[in-house]
């Protein structure tokens, strides 16, 4: 069975979260989502996830902690989501996966025209009502200076 971990990033400034549109040939063209990807072999969750951020929106990001782990549709695979912080503002869509990139609040989110992949969209929103808790990233342990969540 195949298996494997995907990372995504709520992007949070200013009471809003990145979203991005996926781009034609993508598995969920034309829908909103936020940044999403795959952990590499040579790489930890965290790299993944500033890497997968940077790649498809421009923008640096840090990683401020684990928000959840998400067991995904298919059997074998999960999600594992930070919350990041924007440490630049240069927005751009790379072109590849991504044909537009936006901050959206909860009120743009209640009242989007375009669609928005439902499984971001709950997640943005209880994000955004302040209905999750953060684990943040800690470096005492045995395995320093390898991060840990607890």
């Known amino acids: 069975m195949k298996r494997g971990?995907?990372?995504?990033?709520?992007?949070?400034?200013?009471n809003k979260i990145l979203f991005l549109r996926q781009a034609k040939g993508h598995l969920l063209e034309g829908q909103w989502s936020i940044p999403w990807g795959m952990v590499e072999e040579d790489e930890y969750p965290e790299e993944a996830i500033v890497r997968e951020t940077k790649e498809e929106s421009?923008?640096?990001?840090?990683?401020?902690?684990?928000?959840?782990?998400?067991?995904?549709?298919?059997?074998?695979w999960i999600g594992i989501i930070f919350l990041c912080r924007p440490l630049s503002d240069d927005l751009k869509p790379d072109g590849f996966e991504v044909d537009k990139v936006a901050y959206?609040?909860?009120?743009?989110?209640?009242?989007?025209?375009?669609?928005?992949?439902?499984?971001?969209?709950?997640?943005?929103?209880?994000?955004?009502?302040?209905?999750?808790?953060?684990?943040?990233?800690?470096?005492?342990?045995?395995?320093?200076?390898l991060i840990g969540f607890l």
């Not at 971990?5 to 200013?14: A, M, N, P, R, Y």
């Open 5 to 14: 971990i995907c990372v995504g990033s709520i992007v949070l400034k200013d």
């Open 58 to 76: 421009n923008i640096d990001v840090e990683v401020e902690g684990l928000i959840g782990i998400q067991n995904l549709p298919e059997k074998g």
């Open 104 to 145: 959206l609040s909860i009120e743009d989110i209640k009242s989007f025209e375009e669609p928005i992949e439902p499984w971001c969209k709950w997640l943005a929103e209880k994000v955004l009502r302040g209905e999750y808790s953060v684990i943040p990233p800690r470096i005492d342990s045995p395995y320093k200076p």
